[in-house]
């Protein structure tokens, strides 16, 4: 069954190209298109007949869309000695344009909000900027429309093809560039995406720049283009020299998206479509560059309110009225009406282009507000995000420290351990009459104070300790990131850790966690003396008692686990959580995709969830975290790899515990 | 002309849930790793399960065992003589299920449909073809495990629905006399009670109609969901 929308579409467009015909068509493309034209260089062959360098201002990608309506009507012409009327298809080839358009941008499907779609469908301004004036820009539209999706999806390279190709086809879209760059050197990760972004963006430029090499045409009727020089039009004199205002708008929205602590693909794209609507309202001579930012509005709109998306349309309506009076005329298809001319008194006309201008201005902040809230769902942008690891020596916080760090990716993820805040040296004398567990051997008060400067963004120097070698070793930088893990003994403990997000305590069955320890020490740190560690180990346990394990009291999620020391490499798990929520979801997930299903029980009157030592895979993690982290595009930059196993249960229970504390949906 | 059901029955499979797409998904997350691990290609791996999934309906006959995938990849390992392979079925079983739940979203309107009948004390059965387990972990995957009074499948009633042994099995559980029974399905044999009740048949196309006699289609739960507030009004 054919789709309502569709239907809906392509009625409605039938009868806007019945009624209206467009001047801008007969008198510049139409010649131009209709002209005998050399497929590779049509406007060096268009200036030996003209010398009218304004009907196809547009590169080779424009061309290469026309190129189908070309050979149709030559082909009709010498096979069938048909005239199709070029006039016709040309509007064929926008109509397919549209098509396109709203069908990347999903438009058409049934289930988008029914306000959104007719929003989109019936959009003032693309109507009459396409169908009636007759602009070529949906075009370069369909293109930018593609690159969005890309971006949405964290298709980098296919993104960089589209926006390079757009910008062949209108040089104008190399103003969404710095929007891009200002994105990729935001972030560590990002700059492999941005690599990835330029390789792709390459073809477009060659293309772009190819012809400058060989034609004169080109070099005349595009880069010469007086089109350029409306970016000037709209000026406010101040003395005797002017305030230009295109310039001035188009900077602030660059320099208020570089203010910002947080990017997401969504704000990227919002705040691109911004810039291009900035430079639409604020010129008077060509409708067309409104059409720029009209992908990018029916992107970002969808996760607007339906208030902003009604403003968004009287807005168009008042534009497109405003361009309509501008012109002084409404061109009829057919004679049956004549041509509806009108003249409009100029001061009307300035009123209503102050009054667009005003109300362009107020939906462009309104649209970047909404679009912050809808890009920042985790409000990464007010301050990182932050997971303390607290617990006892051996009983995994490194594991899970370097396993949260991979899935958000090491770069972007700022470690902060607790060892580096020892007082003293391994050799030290102290060590004979207390342990590392008293806080009194630690320095918690920098801790903290580091901490909360990591949170505010700032960067920090921090010595530090190498259990090989017992000794500090000199401060090394640390950069605040948008993920900060605290790991240590005294991670929930130290002034400050209130603030953190997602407070884990890890604990394991003593006698597991003693093999283990001796595992390790003997294994990675280099110790010898077995026994040594048996006895510090139960020295150590009167100020386990004291000082780590009351930490678990104020933890938000805390793992035990158990299994036989005779079988290292075999665990259990129990989770345990103050979100009950969080538990009692997790393990309806868990258990509809997993085999051997996680069992819950109540111990003390609080909710475990028990997990066997299982084969819980990394995609089965993944699956779990897509059904739950919406918009996780948000937290990272890449798709995050889960480890598998008990691993890959804990690390996905922290993302699971610090997503839903963050969410704005919650 | 519809009445105020006391019961409703309602069929899991493309009535709550496009089965269809998730199946399609789940098939070719299937044939792919297969055929990274066994390097056939991906085409043969289809075409060839489906001659399993035959096989093995043929062989069982209309039963809950008949639709189950590690058989069919089971046959399928099999017949392109790839032994001991217990181990490698289960993941590849898994493999299926993975995507198959990672595609499957239930239709719009459905958890309110099931919200308003409970808010309004009708009782809701669940009458499923298929294997128990798998059903019980989709009803988890959807946060249903709270929508239904009762669940039976065609494993524990030893035939499908079109076997009539499920109607059986849930008549040896509900006593109907005087109740208005709505059964909804996407098949003509997912009509339950069929003498005594309402059937509504979950269709793909526009609209809400009758078809016959205490028979309607829709297409939409938002459509069941303003019929029923009509009738409550």
Redesign the interface.
């Known amino acids: 069954?054919m789709n309502?929308n569709i239907i809906l579409w392509f009625l409605s467009r039938i009868i806007i190209i019945l009624l209206f015909t467009s001047n801008i068509q007969k008198e510049l493309f139409i010649p131009f298109l209709s002209a005998d034209l050399s497929l590779i260089d049509p406007w060096s062959s268009w200036l030996e007949n003209s010398e009218r360098l304004e009907v196809f201002p547009y590169g080779y990608i424009m061309f290469i869309f026309f190129i189908p309506a070309i050979l149709v009507n030559n082909l009709t012409m010498d096979f069938f000695n048909l005239n199709v009327s070029l006039d016709f298809l040309v509007i064929l080839t926008l109509l397919v344009c549209e098509f396109y358009l709203f069908k990347i941008l999903r438009v058409f499907k049934n289930?988008s909000d029914a306000v959104w779609v007719r929003f989109s469908l019936f959009s003032p301004l693309a109507i009459y900027i396409t169908f009636i004036h007759g602009q070529l820009d949906i075009i370069p539209g369909i293109l930018i429309a593609l690159a969005i999706v890309f971006v949405s999806k964290n298709l980098w390279l296919r993104a960089g093809l589209a926006l390079g190709a757009a910008i062949a086809a209108k040089f104008s879209f190399i103003l969404v560039l710095p929007f891009f760059i200002l994105f990729f050197l935001s972030k560590k990760v990002n700059r492999k995406n941005g690599f990835i972004f330029s390789k792709g963006l390459f073809p477009g430029l060659l293309l772009f720049l190819i012809p400058l090499t060989y034609s004169q045409g080109y070099r005349e009727m595009v880069i010469g283009t007086p089109e350029v020089l409306k970016i000037l039009d709209a000026k406010i004199d101040i003395g005797v020299s002017s305030l230009y205002l295109v310039p001035v708008l188009y900077l602030i929205v660059m320099l208020s998206f570089w203010a910002l602590n947080y990017y997401s693909n969504f704000i990227l794209i919002a705040y691109s479509g911004a810039a291009l609507l900035m430079m639409g309202l604020t010129q008077t001579s060509s409708v067309g560059w409104l059409y720029w930012s009209i992908p990018f509005l029916i992107h970002t709109l969808k996760n607007t309110s339906k208030r902003t998306q009604i403003l968004v349309f009287l807005w168009q309506l008042s534009v497109t009225t405003y361009f309509t009076f501008r012109a002084g005329e409404i061109p009829i298809r057919f004679e049956i009406l004549s041509k509806i001319e009108f003249e409009v008194n100029p001061n009307i006309l300035t009123f209503m282009y102050t009054c667009n201008l005003i109300l362009g201005i107020i939906i462009v902040l309104k649209l970047l507000n909404e679009s912050l809230k809808y890009g920042d769902i985790y409000s990464l942008s007010k301050k990182p995000l932050s997971i303390g690891i607290a617990g006892d020596s051996g009983t995994g916080k490194d594991l899970l420290s370097n396993n949260i760090a991979k899935i958000f990716k090491d770069e972007e993820v700022s470690l902060l351990l607790g060892d580096d805040y020892h007082l003293f040296e391994r050799q030290d004398a102290t060590w004979l009459s207390t342990t590392h567990l008293s806080p009194d051997a630690n320095d918690l008060e920098l801790m903290g104070k580091n901490f909360r400067a990591l949170i505010g963004r700032q960067r920090i120097f921090v010595k530090h300790y190498d259990h090989k070698l017992g000794i500090f070793t000199p401060p090394r930088r640390i950069d605040s990131s948008q993920v900060i893990v605290v790991n240590g003994l005294h991670s929930l403990s130290f002034p400050g850790h209130e603030m953190l997000d997602l407070k884990v305590f890890l604990s394991m069955d003593e006698n597991l966690r003693i093999a283990l320890k001796m595992k390790r020490d003997k294994t990675e740190r280099d110790h010898s003396n077995i026994n040594l560690i048996a006895e510090l180990i139960s020295k150590r346990k009167p100020h386990y008692q004291k000082f780590i394990e009351p930490q678990k009291m104020v933890a938000d999620l805390y793992f035990n686990v158990t299994g036989n020391e005779k079988d290292l490499l075999s665990y259990n798990l129990e989770v345990g959580s103050k979100d009950k929520a969080l538990l009692l979801d997790f393990h309806?997930?868990y258990?509809?995709?997993v085999?051997i299903p996680a069992t819950l029980s109540k111990k003390d009157e609080e909710l475990i969830l028990f997990f066997e030592a299982n084969n819980f895979?990394p995609?089965?993690a993944s699956?779990i975290m897509?059904?739950y982290v919406s918009l996780s595009d948000q937290l990272f930059a890449q798709e995050p790899y889960f480890p598998g196993g008990i691993e890959g249960i804990m690390t996905l229970t922290c993302l699971l515990g610090a997503v839903r504390k963050r969410s704005n949906f919650a | 002309m519809l009445k105020i059901p006391n019961l409703v029955i309602f069929d899991l499979d493309n009535t709550l849930y496009d089965y269809d797409t998730a199946n399609y998904f789940g098939n070719l997350a299937l044939a792919k790793y297969l055929s990274q691990n066994l390097k056939i290609s991906p085409s043969y791996i289809l075409k060839d399960l489906e001659l399993s999934r035959d096989r093995v309906k043929a062989t069982l006959g209309q039963t809950a065992s008949s639709h189950s995938r590690l058989l069919y990849i089971r046959d399928f390992l099999n017949r392109n003589e790839v032994f001991f392979h217990s181990t490698f079925a289960l993941e590849c079983e898994q493999v299926y299920w993975r995507e198959f739940l990672d595609n499957s979203e239930l239709f719009s309107g459905v958890i309110d449909f099931i919200g308003l009948l409970r808010l309004n004390r009708i009782k809701t059965f669940l009458v499923t073809d298929f294997t128990t387990n798998i059903q019980l972990r989709k009803i988890s995957w959807f946060k249903l495990e709270k929508s239904f009074d009762l669940i039976v499948t065609s494993e524990e009633a030893g035939g499908d629905k079109s076997t009539g042994r499920p109607e059986s099995l849930l008549k040896s559980f509900v006593q109907l006399s005087d109740e208005e029974v709505w059964s909804i399905g996407d098949m003509e044999y997912d009509h339950i009670f069929s003498t005594q009740s309402t059937f509504l048949k979950k269709v793909k196309s526009k609209g809400f109609r009758n078809y016959g006699d205490r028979k309607y289609e829709f297409s939409s739960y938002l459509d069941l969901l303003s019929n029923f507030e009509s009738l409550q009004n």
């Open positions: 069954m309502k289930t309806r997930i258990n509809s995709i085999e895979s995609k089965d699956l897509r059904r």
